[in-house]
């Protein structure tokens, strides 16, 4: 491929090769002083990130030693200051705090429909004892007098049932919340854990895993208020 000449050399009147030799020279010299002042402006912006980062851990660690202060011993004894330290750091970019909020719409969004769940349960089971009364009530009313004992015991028994049938579902209904809600500490566990959030791993402890999430969620809205 051919290469192209210097302008100064295909000119009508060339200058001298000094002069040409001059300008070029003195086109290097203004092209590496450009590039090191590219150099300096890149190292100044690091290390302004650097100092940003350091200052946001700073403020994420005394917010989250702050809000240690305020939980009962046995949880304080769980989170160390190394703990904290490297959840400060985890929480610099505001991911964690992203996901964190989201286990927990999710955990009021499934808290919100067991609630429900249960209170529909309880409504169907009050209408059965109201019905059952109701019916009750219009039998005697039309029984012959010899026959009362008979069919008070009839529906006392009926009653008995009934009453067995509520406690049973009920506690059918409170075994199913407990199961989902655990299955809800396993799946934030495992979420936090996958990101590399400090603490976190598949436990049964509860107590020690809402700390942390409450650690992450709390801290999240301060740094978003701070550093907007």
Known sequence: MATSLPVCLIQENP?????????????????????????????????????????????????????????????????????????????IDGTVFEIARGLLDIQHLTEKNLYNQR??????????????????????????????????AAQQRELENLEQRVKDEQRMMDEKIVLELDQKVVDQQNTLEKAGVPGFYITTNSQGIFTVLFLCFTSGVNTANEFV
């Open 15 to 91: 200058p001298s090769l000094e002069l040409c030799e001059t300008k070029q020279k003195s086109w290097k010299g203004t092209r590496n002083q450009s590039l090191k002042m590219e150099g300096y402006h890149a190292i100044y912006e690091s290390a302004a990130d650097t100092t940003k980062q350091q200052e946001r851990h700073y403020y994420l660690l005394s917010e989250l030693q702050n809000l240690v202060k305020a939980l009962p011993s046995s949880f304080q004894q769980r989170l160390s200051y190394t703990m904290l330290s490297d959840l400060a750091l985890a929480l």
């Open 119 to 152: 209170q529909k349960l309880h409504t169907e089971h009050r209408m059965l004892k109201q019905e059952m009364v109701r019916k009750h009530k219009e039998a005697l009313q039309s029984c012959k007098t010899h026959n009362l004992a008979v069919l008070r």
